[in-house]
């Protein structure tokens, strides 16, 4: 099987991702003075300065009972103390509740405006109602301009997470997101080379929709809108549920298993490839079944309290309001 002759334009989407990164510091800046209109606070207490201290404090260490009494008796002070400097230093490391809402601000945006993008690109396109048309006539299919840029764009936002998912407010499922990542970018890059755009730009509608609300929620809730936090956040379980578990896959899954057969010669190179493809995206499915797991915890915790507490898919065990 000869491969797409256009796949070295998948390196655009490294410069591209560099954009993504300027676009996102201007944006999550102009954010700031908004945060700060809504009474959303810049940090926490400062510890004292204290050389002894923080010469004895290391970010993600705990400090055992016996050496807290020995700093407390270096300092004259009462290992209450010692504990609440060390308490206070710790929290000085943390994000502020303002930098979260600037980063689920900007991610608001990008998604809203990606699925927008999506809409408009993938309207007109005769796949969206008949989804055997990603395999119809393949490979020998048309690269439109905007699916071009739609799904180059989308390789890049990725490839850009990627890296600031280093740098960005760390979560506790900070390993199951980088190899979300990781699994998204392969497929991206597999199903280009393959020629198999059509399918990808199902897949990443699908995918993105349900990600406006959650952040969304974020917001209202660093922004101590509850009531409107928690109806948003509902709203965003329904369309998760229905999106991921639903129309994932049993239209696009569904699709690639029995449909692509029928109209690809699955000779034993492509049969291979074909296998892999399938592979990557039920491993996507997994991590959405896992999420969902998660979020079933925040449900159940949201109808015994009456309002929900933290978001388990994406929260941070212990930054996050």
């Known amino acids: 099987m000869s491969l797409s002759s256009n796949s070295l334009h998948l390196f655009y989407s490294i410069p591209i991702a560099l ?9 999550e800046r102009c954010f700031n003075p908004i945060g700060k209109a809504l009474g959303i606070k810049q940090g926490r207490g400062k ?19 016996e050496e807290i009494l020995g700093l407390a008796k270096q300092l004259d002070w009462s290992e209450r103390e010692v504990e609440r400097w060390l308490r206070l230093r710790k929290n000085q490391d943390k994000p502020s509740t303002l930098d979260k809402f600037c980063e689920s601000s900007w991610r608001v945006c990008y998604y809203f405006c990606f699925f927008i993008l999506g809409v408009f690109v993938l309207h007109r396109q005769s796949w969206l109602l008949d989804i055997n048309e990603c395999w119809n006539g393949y ?4 690269l439109d301009d905007d699916i071009w840029w739609y799904i180059i764009i989308a390789q890049s936002y990725y490839v850009s997470l990627l890296i600031s998912q280093f740098f960005d407010i760390k979560r506790k499922d900070f390993w199951q997101m980088f190899a979300h990542h990781i699994i998204t970018i392969t497929l991206m890059t597999f ?21 406006i609300f959650l ?8 922004a101590r809108c509850k009531k409107l936090c928690d109806v948003i956040f509902m709203v965003f379980t329904a369309l998760w549920i229905i999106t991921r578990l639903g129309v994932y896959p049993l239209w696009i899954i569904r699709s690639t298993i029995w449909d692509a057969p029928k109209f690809l010669d699955l000779t034993s190179s492509l049969y291979n490839y074909y296998v892999f493809l399938n592979g990557l995206l039920l491993l996507i499915l997994s991590l959405d079944i ?18 929900v507490q933290r978001d388990s898919r994406s929260s941070s065990s212990e930054n996050t309001d």
Not at 19 to 27: K, N, S, T, W
Not at 217 to 222: E, P, R, V
């Open 19 to 27: 954009v993504i990164f300027a676009v996102r510091y201007c944006l």
């Open 47 to 65: 510890a004292a300065q204290n050389n002894l201290l923080e010469t004895s404090y290391a970010p993600g260490q705990k400090l055992g009972h």
């Open 139 to 142: 490979p020998n299919q048309n």
């Open 191 to 211: 199903a280009w080379i393959l020629r198999l755009q059509r399918i990808t730009s199902l897949i990443l509608l699908v995918h993105e929709f349900a990600d």
């Open 215 to 222: 952040d969304t929620a974020k917001i209202l809730n660093y």
């Open 290 to 307: 896992y999420w969902t797991y998660m979020l079933s915890k925040v449900i159940c915790k949201f109808w015994n309290s009456g309002h």
